[in-house]
């Protein structure tokens, strides 16, 4: 039995120097995992023997087993490379259908373009989901990377550039020619894509057309494309700002976009005014013939060029100006008729040139009598007050129009003499100086037949019993009064309007000193007597140095020659009669130019109007109504002779206006010619200090307030005493429009108001300008401390001219199906008096427009392209970012969403076993996952060769998971697993199995000299 023992023991060093030989010949191997050698004992007994009397009988291999430890990873320049760190093994198919498992992750492509191992063995994967998750519910298949992408094109259908465009290219106008690179100067070239995928050649022309103007401050490039040689077009592209938001324009020239209208119509009010209706026909509007906005004019009317008076106006010829004194009083009163913006006709004269008032025989330039009758039209139909001299007698010692003057020697307490007292009665010499006036035109004196209503609203002659007169005429009267009284003929009175009181000019003619004026007093013959100008009995003030209203005393200037009985105002109701007329006429102005007078109203806007006319008698009256005009009106005359109106006598007077009707509708909405109404200044006080909610008084302390309203400044004096809210903005209204300055110039229509949330006045002005201007100071009592002026605004408006196609007018309507608008000369329901309030804008085909500081206006976003039957799809060109520098031609940005099919340029394995491939166009594709198998033995399984296994009964069936899951190792790309054979362990595990089996040969060579000795013995 030692024989067999030792023999078994040779066999077992054998098999172990068998298995280690292999492990050190595989240590290289990719995936190879070292095997190790299970020896048993071999013992044999029989149930009666003693076990411990029997030695065993040798050695037997049990099994030879792979161990499946980690071996070491080493990175490669293959990205199909594939390594396990973990637990796990990769799937493979061998091409006749059978599965195997292997660690070697060392895979390429083939001829099939099939993931495949050295051995054609393909690895398999799993599908993946929209989100990358492995669907374990399929059938593992075999990795196919696809060379080329099948139907992933992109057609494009945007292109955006951004260029810088040379400042300094000349224009070019010669017609574009693309064989003619004079005709051009830049062009950009890149593929694009077509609907079918086929690449296309792309350029793109550039033509600078104009430089930037005083009328127009922008430069203009125009664009031509062509793809692969066919010419494409511009769509017609709507103006639109950034996001795309359609723009659209009212006829003033105003430009919204389509959610400015709709928040708009949303809002309510004039809802219908905002809508844009589809299916609607509008004018063509280009952005590009959109004009500079001016200010919106005012309804004016012209004379006919030349009068008789032509060098007097122009001061030609040695003339020095009209001469007024040349004409009578009669020919300058009630010389025209106006009307304003639906007012009554008013009648309107140059008196103030005659009847001894300051301008009176002045001789004047046509721009000098424009002024004058400025002034003398806004007075009439201004808000000032007259004096009213009505009562119901005459010679009334005791009336509130008498006034007493007294002279004075300068420090005396009583007058000089008798004769330095004189009572005037002021109705009575207005009333006579009326009637004188009234009988030198007594063929004009009443008008007959049709005369259009006219309302001689500056009249200062009403009848015996209604006087009423402005303070230049009372203060006329006056002065005439005591020029035939021989004591007071030095005295000539004047109505100071700027301080709103009358002066007494005093030469000193008669003074009881000679060369040293006398000191004047004026009042009424008691206290309680006069009303009107509001003085109480005279007293002598040797001083003068203060006065205010109410006393009797005067103010005396510096100089001693001029007196002011201040704060005395007209006591009359307001000119006008109806609230609508005051607004209408303020702002009126006359100017002189050309030799024409032009009438212009003082509202801007198509909602203005303006007529003018000779004062006329119609006669030949049929049914009550003239049919012709009797040029027989002195005034009107004089009128027709300076400022050139030619009136028709066989026509009524209605017929012989000059007219400048409003051009608006209550139903259509139609074409401006004059803009818009523009805004009057509008100021707001500061919380007033006052209880608002109950009664407040005005005193000395807070009476005062200094003005400036349209360059009139005055320090206006509230009247004393009690006020509500209400009455108190009656009080400050009426002060305020009554403000006028040296000049002239009054002021009027001012309205004052009350903001209850902000307990503040508010002021209106009474001109609606530019030029118009509010600024209050007072009292902190009326919110009138530190408040901001307040401007008007003239408004503007643009106008825009349709484009046009060989003269004719262009229409759009945009196609229901496609969005697209679509040109014609067709009007088809356009109408030419009814347009819609607001127009899509568009911009010329294919144009480029850059500010003076370079920036890009248009488009602000893309063109279109009509492009579909070159490409297939329609194709926008944006230029965002684009810029017009004094640089050099560049392209600095370009870029297209169209691509091509792509090639495989990469495949990238992620640690989950996620396999995407990419490809020249950009594009990428998830093309599944390489799963990982697991078994419950890995020990059981069978080994076959080039590091393979497959399963047994004794590993169990193999389980898949995604790498990296619980139970899965995790993937690493462009690496290899090495084997895990250690050689060190490998060559002492040689050595112990070389001694192993020389032991076991010692052993049999034992036994046999032993065999030997006793064959010996026997011999």
């Known amino acids: ?56 009988s040798g050695v037997a291999l049990n099994k030879i087993m792979q161990e499946h430890t980690q071996g070491n990873v080493e990175f490669s320049s293959n990205t199909l490379d594939l390594a396990i760190t973990g637990d796990g093994f990769f799937k493979l198919k061998t091409v006749d259908g059978a599965e195997m498992y292997t660690r070697n992750g060392g895979f390429m492509l083939d001829d099939q373009n099939q993931m495949v191992n050295s051995a054609g063995q393909a690895l398999q994967i799993l599908p993946v989901d929209s989100i990358n998750n492995a669907n374990f519910e399929a059938q593992t298949t075999g990795l196919t990377v696809p060379r080329k992408t099948v139907q992933e ?27 003619k690179p004079e005709t051009y100067h830049k062009t950009t070239a890149f593929t694009t894509y077509s609907s079918n995928g086929k690449a296309q050649l792309a350029t793109i022309y550039y033509v600078k057309t104009s430089n930037p103007t005083d009328a127009s401050p922008y430069s203009k490039w125009q664009t031509y494309v062509t793809i692969d040689g066919q010419d494409v077009r511009s769509a017609l592209t709507q103006s639109a700002s950034a996001g795309d938001d359609k723009q659209f324009i009212d006829k003033y020239g105003n430009i919204k976009t389509q959610s400015e209208l709709d928040a708009l119509a949303r809002a309510g009010g004039n809802a219908a005014q905002y809508l844009i209706t589809a299916g609607t026909t509008y004018r063509k509007l280009s952005l590009d013939n959109l004009q500079a906005a001016v200010d919106s004019k005012p309804a004016s009317v012209a004379t006919t060029a030349g009068t008789a008076f032509k060098d007097g106006l122009n001061l030609t010829n040695g003339s020095q100006g009209v001469n007024f004194a040349a004409i009578d009083d009669a020919a300058l009163s009630q010389m025209i008729e106006v009307r304003v913006n639906g007012s009554d006709w008013t009648t309107v004269g140059l008196s103030r040139m005659r009847s001894d008032h300051p301008l009176a025989d002045k001789v004047l330039s046509g721009k000098e009598i424009a002024t004058e009758l400025t002034n003398e039209i806004n007075r009439a139909f201004g808000d000032d007050k007259q004096f009213d001299f009505t009562r119901t007698g005459s010679g009334n010692a005791n009336d509130p129009g008498r006034l007493v003057l007294k002279r004075y020697v300068v420090g005396a307490v009583t007058p000089a003499t008798a004769d330095a007292n004189i009572s005037i009665n002021v109705a009575d010499i207005i009333k006579a100086e009326n009637e004188r006036k009234n009988n030198l035109g007594a063929a004009n004196s ?18 015996t019993n209604n006087i009423k007169s402005s303070g230049w005429q009372v203060a006329a009267a006056i002065t005439k009064h005591l020029s035939q009284q021989a004591a007071w003929n030095d005295i000539k009175v004047e109505y100071d309007a700027k301080n709103q009181g009358f002066k007494f000019h005093n030469t000193g003619a008669n003074a009881a000193v000679p060369g040293t004026p006398d000191t004047i007093s004026v009042g009424g013959l008691n206290a309680a007597t006069n009303t009107l100008f509001n003085v109480g009995t005279a007293v002598a003030d040797s001083s003068l140095a203060t006065a205010s209203k109410g006393t009797a005393t005067t103010k005396q200037t510096a100089s001693s020659s001029e007196q002011l009985l201040e704060g005395v105002r007209g006591n009359g109701s307001t000119v006008e009669s109806a609230a609508d007329q005051l607004l209408a006429g303020q702002g009126i102005t006359v100017s002189y130019a050309g030799n024409q007078f032009t009438f212009s109203s003082g509202v801007t806007g198509d909602g203005s109007s303006i007529e003018v006319r000779p004062t006329m008698t119609g006669a030949t009256l049929v049914g009550g109504v003239a049919t012709t005009t009797t040029l027989d009106h002195v005034g009107g005359n004089q009128a027709i002779a300076l400022f050139g109106f030619s009136p028709d006598a066989t026509k009524p007077p209605r017929n012989n206006s000059l007219k400048t009707d409003v051009v608006e509708s209550p139903v259509n909405n139609i074409p401006t010619q004059r803009g818009a109404a523009s805004t009057p200044a509008f100021l707001t006080g500061n919380a007033m200090g006052v209880d608002t909610g109950q009664a407040f008084n005005v005193t000395a302390v807070n009476q005062s307030i200094t003005a400036v309203i349209d360059g009139v400044t005055n320090t206006i004096k509230l009247d004393l005493g009690q006020y509500n ?23 009027s229509n001012v309205k004052v108001g009350f903001d209850t949330a902000k307990t503040a006045l508010t002021v209106t002005g009474g001109t609606a300008t530019s030029r118009s201007f509010i600024q209050l100071i007072g009292s902190q009592d009326w919110g009138l401390e530190d408040v901001d002026a307040a401007f008007g605004k003239t408004s503007q408006y643009a106008k825009i001219d349709s484009d046009k196609l060989s003269g004719s007018n262009l229409y759009v309507r945009q196609n229901a199906a496609t969005g697209q608008w679509e040109e014609s000369i067709d009007a088809q329901d356009f109408e030419a008096n009814n347009v819609p309030y607001w127009s899509p804008i568009f911009l010329d085909r294919g144009e480029i427009t850059f500010d003076s500081a370079g920036a890009l206006v248009s488009p602000a976003t893309a063109y279109e392209l009509e492009s579909t039957l070159v490409t297939g799809n329609t194709v926008k060109i944006a230029y965002t970012g684009s810029t017009q520098f004094n640089q050099a031609f560049a392209a600095i940005s370009q870029s297209q969403d169209g691509k091509p099919e792509g090639d495989i340029n990469g495949i990238s394995i992620g640690d989950d076993g996620l396999i995407v491939a990419s490809y020249s166009n950009g594009s990428q594709k998830s093309l599944g996952k390489v799963v990982i198998a697991n078994f419950n033995s890995s020990t059981g399984l069978k080994q076959l060769g080039d590091a393979a296994f497959v399963a047994s009964g004794e590993s169990g069936e193999a389980r898949l998971g995604e790498a990296g899951s619980a139970g899965f190792g995790t993937i690493r790309s462009g690496s290899r697993e090495r084997s895990n054979v250690d050689l060190t362990n490998e060559l002492v595990d040689l050595i112990s199995a070389q001694r192993n089996f020389q032991a076991n040969a010692k052993a049999i060579e034992t036994n046999s000299a032993m065999t030997s000795a006793i064959i010996n013995i026997r011999s």
């Not at 023999?7 to 030989?21: F, M, Q, R, Y």
């Not at 809210?725 to 400050?732: G, H, N, P, R």
């Open 1 to 56: 039995m030692s024989f067999y023992t030792s023999l078994t023991g040779l066999n077992a060093a054998t098999t172990e120097l068998s298995v280690t030989s292999n492990n050190i010949a595989n240590a290289g191997t990719a995936g190879f995992k070292r095997s190790s050698a299970d020896f048993g004992d071999i013992f044999a007994s029989t149930p009666l023997q003693k076990a411990g009397s029997i030695a065993g």
């Open 153 to 179: 094109f992109v057609t494009t259908s945007q292109i955006n550039l951004g260029l810088n465009l040379p400042s300094s290219a000349t224009p070019i106008t010669e017609a574009f020619n693309a064989n």
């Open 725 to 747: 809210i209400d009455t108190f903005q009656t009080e400050l209204a009426k002060q305020l429009n009554l403000m006028a300055d040296a000049n002239g110039k009054s002021i």
């Open 446 to 463: 009443a008008a007959t037949g049709d005369k259009d209503n006219v309302s001689y609203q500056n009249s200062v002659y009403g009848g």
